[in-house]
């Protein structure tokens, strides 16, 4: 495992992360671990809005999980909480319309399929109006405006060395899954300008880097 956002032990994929028991074993982000960190970054941004939305896909276990962790996240916030669902690219914009009107901030869920948009989601965020917030920093490199969450090319560095351990002999059952332990908060301040918004000092002083 690399690339991916889901809690394997739920998903039935490892018997525990210590001791995986099985062929599988990697890297796993558990997204739905941090959502509430996530939401919390983008209630910074925006600390008048009484109310936030997520973009989840219909069906898809993972937004499900991650979905019910913000709205959690949202009550300790003192906000309300939309959860926005999409089928496919189809819905994005209509959907994005519909939000707009109600929300001023949308955590996008990590999720491989609004990775694969970003192209799309990006510049129809900021054509909404909407302050994004999102899993990756490719994502803020097209044109969302945040995002909190761990570096794609350091995942893969650190699965190499389970490569390298099983090609010389290592099972993956004996071999704990890892969870990343480093965080990345990338802000695109040229996004931030279209949408009208200042980015308030506290972000800008924990930002690992900033896109202009």
Known sequence: MA????????????NSLAHPGGNITGVAMIADAISGKRLALLREMLPQATRLAVLAQVSHSSSTIQAKAAREAAGSLG????????????DYD?????VTKRSPG???LANPTFFEDRKLLAPLATKHRLATLCEW????EVGCLMSYGSNVL???????????RIARGS????????????FELVINLKT?????????????ARADQVIE
């Not at 920093?137 to 803020?140: F, L, P, Q, S």
């Not at 059952?173 to 969870?179: G, H, I, K, M, N």
């Open 106 to 108: 949308l955590f996008v």
């Open 94 to 98: 209509t959907t994005l319309a519909a």
């Open 192 to 204: 931030a300008k279209a949408l009208g918004l200042t980015i308030p000092p506290s972000l800008l």
């Open 171 to 182: 099972k993956p059952a004996d071999l704990p899954v890892e969870q990343p332990t480093k």
């Open 3 to 14: 690339f991916v956002s889901i809690d394997p032990v739920q998903s039935g994929f490892v």
């Open 154 to 164: 350091d995942l893969y560095r650190r699965v190499g060395t389970y490569v390298d």
């Open 137 to 140: 920093r490719e994502m803020v």
């Open 79 to 90: 906000i309300d909480l939309d959860v926005a669902e999409v089928r496919d690219s189809r």
